[in-house]
């Protein structure tokens, strides 16, 4: 027959639709909470060689301060570069 094709598109059905909506949402997810993991990581990454001299069973409060500084710059920082992103994409998409 011309024009049938026995390939089924299940992302079309409504079943396979909302499956599909389903896995992307949690492949979403999963890849949200790697790049978190990948910031925390880096971020303590940098704050530990800036603000760490000798590790020690516990931090002085020189130590301590400098690293929820270094943290607080940090989250602000990415905070700041992902807003302006947002704007950008959101500004080239209208």
Do not use: Y
């Not at 599909?20 to 880096?42: D, G, P, Y």
């Not at 704050?47 to 069973?57: E, I, M, Q």
């Amino acid at each position: 027959m011309e024009g049938f094709s026995p390939e089924v598109d299940l992302s079309s059905t409504a079943a396979g639709g909302t499956e599909q909506t389903e896995l992307s949402r949690m492949i979403a997810l999963e890849q949200q909470k790697a790049q978190f993991q990948l910031k925390v990581h880096t971020f303590t990454e940098v704050c530990w060689d800036k603000c760490v001299d000798k590790p020690a069973s516990r931090l002085d409060s020189r130590t301590e301060t400098c690293l929820v500084s270094c943290v607080e710059r940090f989250v602000d920082t990415t905070l700041a570069i992902t807003n302006r992103f947002a704007q950008m994409v959101q500004k080239g998409g209208h």
